[in-house]
């Protein structure tokens, strides 16, 4: 189990295959006879959030070997242990491919990008992005939703966001309005890129609105602007400032030559590319609902709400 860390690595929990040796920041848990390994390893899955509380106070909240001890954790008999390890283990079984299936997917829709895009933007017509967009910056629509960007799922509304959300204090009057089809760049997209909007409402005044001047297709500056060669060799250039202080010069963003296939050619890209994103969605749809029914089973299980006895 891992003492140390202030993200996600504190409390988290593993088999190890092969002996080894660890240092302070990891405690190694021994069992005896009377528990299943991958049953313990189940509940303390299970329990991660709240081992993860029980971390010492101060600045930088750890574990140690006192604490992880005092864990209690309810031990059935070992023939039941064993036939909710073999339940749960054909959840996990599933999770396992369909995240193997989705890393295979990645894999090709990297490579489409390598072929369809890459391999062929320097033979395409380039113009400055303030041929192609205006920078918009429309305010006082207080009634408007309230819309936050993100890196990973683009403009979405704030109720889509999950855990805690801080509301702006005061008047959003200074909010920008954005409207479906429209681009923004973010405080981030020196790292993740240009996000897209599929909603009508109003974002933080830190933000950039690009709307578009000329015919294109949408989906296709979607995709384009998520690349790694996108913000590699493009979005670079008007990369202002070092480490913590980076963000897009807007003028010089503007003067960046940009990629501007025939809108045909975008059509045509976008639709593979969609496709393809299409599937991996799916397939992460999937995994969410695998992993969901897991969690249901584990509070079932490990909690002693359902028992398993008798013969196998």
């Given amino acids: 189990m891992a003492m140390y860390g202030q993200g996600k690595t504190r409390g988290q929990v593993a088999i190890l295959n092969i002996d080894a ?8 848990i021994l069992l005896n006879q009377s528990a299943c390994t991958n049953f313990v390893f189940q509940q303390l899955l299970l329990r991660y959030n709240t081992i993860r509380n029980l971390s010492n106070e101060g600045s930088q909240k750890n574990l140690n070997a006192g604490i992880i001890r005092s864990i209690s954790l309810p031990l059935p008999e070992i023939t039941e242990q064993k036939k909710i390890v073999e339940i749960l283990s054909t959840w996990d079984t599933a999770i396992e491919k369909t995240e193997r299936l989705i890393a295979v997917k990645e894999t090709r829709f990297s490579w489409l990008i390598e072929s369809l895009i890459k391999d062929q933007c320097d033979g395409w017509p380039h113009l400055k992005a303030k041929k192609i967009f205006n920078s918009i910056s429309e305010k006082n629509y207080p009634n408007e939703p309230l819309l936050s960007v993100t890196q990973d799922r683009g403009v979405i509304p704030r109720d889509m966001l999950e855990g805690r959300v801080m509301s702006p204090e005061g008047s959003t009057g200074t909010y920008k309005l954005i409207q479906q089809g429209d681009f923004v760049i973010s405080l981030r997209s020196f790292q993740g890129g240009i ?15 690009l709307r578009r001047k000329i015919a294109i297709y949408d989906d296709f500056f979607r995709h384009f602007f998520k690349t790694g060669l996108f913000i590699s060799k493009y979005l ?32 045509r890209i976008a639709s593979i590319l969609n496709t393809a994103r299409q599937e991996i969605d799916l397939h992460k749809k999937q995994l969410a609902a695998l992993q969901k029914q897991k969690r249901g089973l584990m509070q079932k299980l490990l909690t002693g709400k359902i028992r398993l006895k008798g013969e196998n």
């Fill in 236 to 267: 670079r250039i008007a990369v202002i400032g070092i480490r913590d202080g980076k963000q897009i010069s807007i003028p010089d963003f503007m003067t960046i030559k940009i990629p501007c296939p025939p809108i045909e050619e975008q059509k």
């Fill in 21 to 28: 040796a660890i240092n302070q920041a990891c405690a190694a």
């Fill in 195 to 209: 996000e897209y909007s599929n909603y009508r409402g109003i974002i933080s005044p830190a933000y950039t609105v």
